[in-house]
C-alpha cells in the first residue's frame, strides 16, 4: 500500500485549495480512508473521513467547509477545502484505515494559510 498526497500550498484566508491522495496496492472501494492534518505544536486531527457506501465523516471545525471524495477508477481521494482560515494551517495526511491496528499513511503535504 502507498498513499502520495499533492496539492498543498500556501493560500489566503478565504481562498480554497484541493488536495489529492494518489494511492496503490490493496485498497478496496469499501475501505476506509480519510484526511488528518496535524498543525505546529498540536496533536494530529481527523479531518475527514470516507467510508464505504460513500458515508462520510468531518471534524466540526471543516463542516461546510471542507468535502472529501473518491474517484475509485484513477484511486485518487481529494479533500476540497473552501473558505480556508489560518487555523487551517497544518500538514495534511492521507490515511487508509483497515482496522485500528492496520493502517497505512502518507507523507504528508503542507497547506498554509496567511495573508
Known amino acids: 500500500v502507498e498513499l502520495v498526497e499533492s496539492g498543498g500550498g500556501l493560500v489566503q484566508p478565504g481562498e480554497s485549495l484541493r488536495l489529492s491522495c494518489a494511492y496503490s496496492g490493496r485498497i478496496f472501494s469499501s475501505s476506509t480512508m480519510a484526511w488528518h492534518r496535524q498543525a505546529p505544536g498540536k496533536q494530529r486531527e481527523l479531518v475527514a473521513s470516507?467510508?464505504?457506501?460513500?458515508?462520510?465523516n468531518y471534524a466540526e471545525s471543516v463542516k461546510g467547509r471542507f468535502t472529501i471524495s473518491r474517484d475509485t477508477a484513477n484511486n485518487v481521494i481529494y479533500l476540497e477545502m473552501g473558505s480556508l482560515k489560518p487555523e487551517d494551517t497544518a500538514v495534511y495526511y492521507c490515511a487508509v484505515h483497515f482496522s485500528d491496528t492496520n493502517e497505512y499513511w502518507g507523507q504528508g503535504t503542507q497547506v498554509t494559510v496567511s495573508s
Open positions: 470516507l467510508r464505504s457506501f460513500g458515508r462520510t
